[in-house]
């Protein structure tokens, strides 16, 4: 954090300017003291919503404190540009030294020479505050608000004369922070990671910040706080977000922000309590049943929702970088939704494609505080229309890959089918396999449709429980296999790390906006590194690729026989393992074909493919996908664009806030 105290002293401040003694000369009335004080606590607040935005209330580490010597974080002369920070930085000297202070009226003793803290909006005292000292501590700190110079000025300060130090005791803070500095600390962490448990919150705060271990209650109270805050910056960001779409709109991203009215966000709470209702009904008996009462859920509605608001609803966004290099990018989209669990549940929409390296790349995320339906689907599909175009998205060479539910379904079944595009109902099929067969025909069902080759399809389903086939064989082997690979170019399911896990739980529509952008800009930067890596110049053949077919790559150099129908075209050849039993496979060097299948699913050389090219003479690079090359992979992260995010200055100081926009009501999708 910037430290905020300056030391140079202000100019004295003289609340009026009456010209000469004697009082109205000059044209301008004399204040009497409840004027002056009343100006003085507007401008406490003035200047507090002024400073907030350049610096947050946040405490500065041991580890920063230690390293500054004591007069440059507070000392008389100092100011502050709010009375907040002048609190702050006195937390932050007297928590580096173990040290607690008291702002309270207190009792005043002629022994020990304690003084009275008058405290208002204007002016802030305090004295020592640990409680041990029987002869009296020097201890005081006195700020002012100045109303000419519009910042807080300390006019005095001396340090403590006591030898107390702070001790960790069962139910006290044992810190001169307050809980409220310490929420801004752990705040970040709930942003990141999406939830807070008791032990996350302790490993923030102690012992980065705090020098002695906080009790149980005080976790549990900092805790609490991080959340208050975490919901009352979700109220003044989300006026932003319109400034920040505009903002990613001029960076070169492609954004949308979705905005409803009362009456609209009314329905949805109505559509929200029949599903609910709909779903507690599949599970109660025929005679127990009982119609929905839309008449009551209508009146709640109507109390709970304002009709004249204005509510975020949602937002979509393309990453600018996409958006350039989208034909650069294997021509296979993978669709998914997943259900939010931030105090205002919605529902994430994300389509992405695959880099060289298989990793996918997002092509475009919605957000929308609403169930999964089809009408939430075909908005993200129309986004997604608008940003790449329908001609492109829909043609024939493009692959759709959807992790398919009942909301889904309804939306995209008419797309792939009308298009050409293999469809997986994944679904279906495996609640079709769940409902007949136990956890290990469950298991064989999912080796099937992940197999390699068709071969290895005919091998496990060969040893498949009789139930487990009579769902398989409803399918044709062929569209099984292509329905369940559906081209998918090696994709595989990849776990979220750690520390993203959960990322978006707690966050509303304007943190989860920039946390994407973030996520993103990290994202292709670390790529870009990686792509344009010498590492992965040798043959043009990228190291993240190579791992991929390295099997059939050993596979290839033992027990393979070739021979060619056509010795004038010596580009097509019969290949078989002579040891493997796995039969005789046609290969064309050519269209990349071979009848093991594997090239379809994973875009890369089989061994029948490599012994082939290895026989001609002819590099791997031959054999790869022009996408899969070093170049290729290059050309999907160029050096000459750049990810940009919005900085948040630029965001906050904007004036086209829209000060009307609220947070959307709850519409949390059913448990």
Known sequence: ????????????????????????????????????????????????????IKHPIKPRSLAELQQMNRDEIIKTGMTFPSMAHVKLAESEVNERDAKAVSSGAGKKSKDSGARFNCNDASRYVSSCGMRQNESGCEYRLVANVRTKAENVHITEFKWHSCEGELQSRPKHASTAYTVKHLGAVVKPLAEQTGTLTAKSVKNAIWPAYMKLQPAQSFVERV??????????????????????????????????VYVRSGAEMRDIHVAKKKMDHDIQQ???????????????????????????????????????????????????????????????SGTSFTTTCLDAAHRSVVMAVTILHDTEREDTWNVHNAFIHEAYGKERIDSLERRRICDLDEGVVH???????????????????????????????RSQYTQAVYAHTQYE??????????????????????????????KMWGMVKQEPAPEEAGAATMQHLYGALRSQLQRDQKAF?????????????????PEPVRARFKDHLLKSAHNMEIYYPDQSNKRRAVVSNIMGGEGEFNTDLDTHFCECGVFDVDGVPCSHLIHHASGLGLPLSSLLHPFDRTEGWRAQYPVEIEFVVPSIMSVNQSDKMDKGLMLPTDVRNPK
């Open 525 to 541: 930067n670390d790529q870009r590194i990686e792509a344009h890596s010498e590492a992965h110049s040798v043959d043009q053949v």
């Open 457 to 486: 399809i005919n091998q496990v389903k060969s040893k498949m429980h009789a139930n487990v086939s009579e769902f398989v064989d409803k399918i044709p082997d062929k569209n099984q296999y292509m329905a369940a690979s559906g």
């Open 411 to 441: 939306s995209l079944r008419g797309h792939l089918l009308g298009g050409g595009h293999y469809f997986a109902n994944y679904c279906d099929r495996v609640k079709n396999v769940a409902s007949a067969v136990g956890s290990l025909g």
């Open 223 to 256: 805790m609490k706080e991080a959340k208050l805050q975490l919901r009352s910056t979700a109220e003044e960001q989300i006026r932003h977000l319109p400034v920040l779409a505009e903002e990613c709109i001029r960076a070169g991203h492609k954004v949308k």
């Open 282 to 344: 599949l599970t109660a008996a025929l005679s127990e049943r009982v119609a929905f009462d839309e008449q009551t859920a209508r009146q709640e509605a109507d109390q709970a929702i304002p009709l004249e608001g204005r509510f975020a609803y949602g937002w979509s966004y393309a990453p600018s970088t996409t958006l350039a290099t989208i034909d650069k990018f294997h021509p296979v989209d993978v669709n998914d939704a997943s259900h939010m669990q931030c105090p205002e």
């Open 1 to 52: 954090q910037v430290v905020v105290g300056s030391a140079a002293v202000a100019p004295r401040s003289d609340e009026y300017d009456d010209g000469k003694k004697g009082g109205v000369q000059g044209g301008r009335k004399k204040m009497d003291h409840k004027q002056k004080k009343a100006k003085r606590k507007e401008l406490s607040k003035q200047l507090y919503d002024a400073a907030i």
